[in-house]
């Protein structure tokens, strides 16, 4: 939830404190001393990736970027949020313009549990606007019918219909002339 400058903030702050209340011997030092610990935890339970998923939701990409690069170990995410760390990877290999790692970020996101089924549904609609780029279309026609078989809001419908004009508009040999990402 927090970057990693403000918990190493909140974890000094708060070792200090409980230092301070045990030295006085008043018993607040003693609720205080787990929250070092428990700040620590965290840091490597959830990461920053809800940070970061504010920071796509805003528009800040270069704020995604930051805060993805300070969750150092993916591997002790919860799962939900290992499926967010690769949808936001996704979204930023495919802003950078790699799409073969954007594809992979993106599929281990569909595979893993994600908060909603909308999530779901934007992760394949991400999908389809990497294959759309890719010059496969066939590909991005199966990513988004999977986009419509999972339930999702109306913004995500509109986001369908835009990559379903971009299908039908590409040529069977390559992309067409600009897909834009969703």
Known sequence: ????????????????????????????????????????????RYGTVHAAFQAHLRGDD?????????????SLLRPQDKGYFEFLSGTVAQRAGDLSAAREHL?????????????????F????????????KGAAADYLQSARD????????????????QVATMREDGPADAPASP
């Open 107 to 123: 599929r281990r996101a569909a595979l893993g549990p994600m908060r909603t089924d909308n999530m779901r549904s934007v992760v």
């Open 150 to 165: 999972c339930p999702h809001r109306t913004q995500t419908d509109e986001m369908i219909a835009q990559l379903d004009e």
């Open 62 to 74: 270069e704020g995604v970027r930051r805060l993805l690069a300070q969750t150092r170990v993916t």
């Open 125 to 136: 609609c991400h999908l389809a606007a990497v294959e759309l780029a890719a010059g496969q």
């Open 1 to 44: 939830m927090f970057g990693t400058s403000t918990r190493l903030l909140l974890i000094v702050l708060s070792a200090t404190l409980a230092a301070f209340q045990l030295r006085a011997g008043h018993w607040l030092g003693w609720a205080l001393l787990p929250c070092p610990a428990l700040l620590i935890w965290g840091y490597f």
